[in-house]
Antibody, heavy 121, light 110 residues
């Protein structure tokens, strides 16, 4: 099992950007795939994108294309997600998760504790 | 609106068996496997069932999953108070080229 520890809560102004980090321990960071999933207050889960550090490949959900950037730092075993042009609807808890399994058959096996991002003027 | 459809709520008494449905389409459940997550309020989701009917180690065999066509179900037998949580189904969507989720089902143990 891989432990994922995320950065702390953030309060941001509309139009600004936020970067959330996710430090992994207990496994081989580069060999994994990491996804970012968000959950608006009282709402369901929404996949934003993923990165495969060993390949340097990223894939983003169509909804977030152009606004989200996911990177991985193999030297610190940390994945990060930056979301720009924030609006109030982006207020949510953001989770990082380790993907397990093959491409279309994968699932999110380990989760970070979540980071609350509040967008408010 | 969520791509996969789940009932917003379900309930049962201790010891009962409850099922939660998840409906999709040919581009997701119909062509790919289904996963189920359990989320206790205030905590991160946890994988409960993967690949339609597989339980990760540590998940009690009271939990079981199944899939037929473009729908899937999660069954919980011998319901316990600690099963009170939100349950989400998920599957890869070939059209959206990424995983999609159901809106979640809030399970109440009466």
């Amino acid at each position: 099992q891989v432990q994922l520890v995320q950065s702390g809560a953030e309060v941001k102004k509309p139009g600004s950007s936020v970067k959330v980090s996710c430090k992994a321990s207990g496994g081989t960071f580069s060999s994994y795939s990491f996804s970012w999933v968000r959950q608006a207050p009282g709402q369901g889960l929404e996949w934003m994108g993923r990165i495969i550090p060993i390949l340097g490949i990223t894939k983003y959900a169509q909804k977030f294309q152009g606004r989200v950037t996911i990177i991985a730092d193999k030297s610190t075993s940390t994945a990060s997600m930056e979301l720009s042009s924030l609006r109030s609807e982006d207020t949510a808890v953001y989770y990082c998760a380790r993907d397990v399994g093959t491409h279309t058959g994968s699932y999110h096996g380990d989760w970070g504790q979540g980071t609350l991002v509040t967008v408010s003027s | 609106q969520s791509v996969l459809t789940q009932p917003p709520s379900a309930s049962g008494t201790p010891g009962q068996r409850v099922t939660i449905s998840c409906s999709g389409s040919s581009s997701n459940i119909g062509d790919n496997t289904v996963n189920w997550y359990q989320q206790v309020p205030g905590t991160a989701p946890k994988i409960l069932i993967y690949s339609n009917d597989q339980r990760p180690s540590g998940v009690p065999d009271r939990f079981s999953g199944s899939k037929s066509g473009t729908s899937a179900s999660l069954a919980i037998s011998g319901l316990q108070s600690e099963d009170e949580a939100d349950y989400f189904c998920s599957s890869w969507d070939d059209s959206l080229n990424g995983p999609v989720f159901g809106g979640g089902t809030k399970l109440t143990v009466l």
